[in-house]
């Protein structure tokens, strides 16, 4: 899935984003906020991240990088929840 605005790209995580996860994780100014987020995280959690959202069923749940265009650097994350119910829930996460 790929979604384009002016300025950023929202779309599916790739092996490439581990970089850009784990530096942006491993600010702790971003790290005090993220309650399910380990603290150093390492190349290992990006890497299990991000396998983890390839396995999901996107009729229950989207996970989604947020790309910077200007950069083609991952400065965050998005997710979509109980997509086909009444009621849904969306949450995001920024690491700029």
């Known amino acids: 899935m790929k979604i384009e605005s ?5 779309r599916n995580w790739e092996d490439g984003d581990v970089e850009d ?3 942006g994780l491993n600010n702790i100014e971003v790290a005090k906020w993220m309650a ?3 603290y150093p995280y390492t190349e290992n959690d990006a890497k299990q991240f991000i ?3 390839k ?19 991952v400065i965050g994350g998005t ?10 829930t969306c949450r995001w996460w920024n690491m700029a």
């Not at 002016?6 to 929202?10: E, G, M, T, V, Y």
């Not at 396995?55 to 650097?73: M, P, R, T, Y």
């Open 51 to 53: 396998e983890h959202t």
């Open 21 to 23: 996860i784990v530096d």
């Open 55 to 73: 396995g999901q069923d996107e009729n229950v749940k989207i996970s989604l990088a947020i790309v910077l265009k200007a950069s083609n650097k």
């Open 36 to 38: 399910a987020i380990p």
């Open 6 to 10: 002016k300025r950023l790209i929202l």
């Open 79 to 88: 997710e979509i929840r109980n997509i086909n119910k009444k009621e849904g």
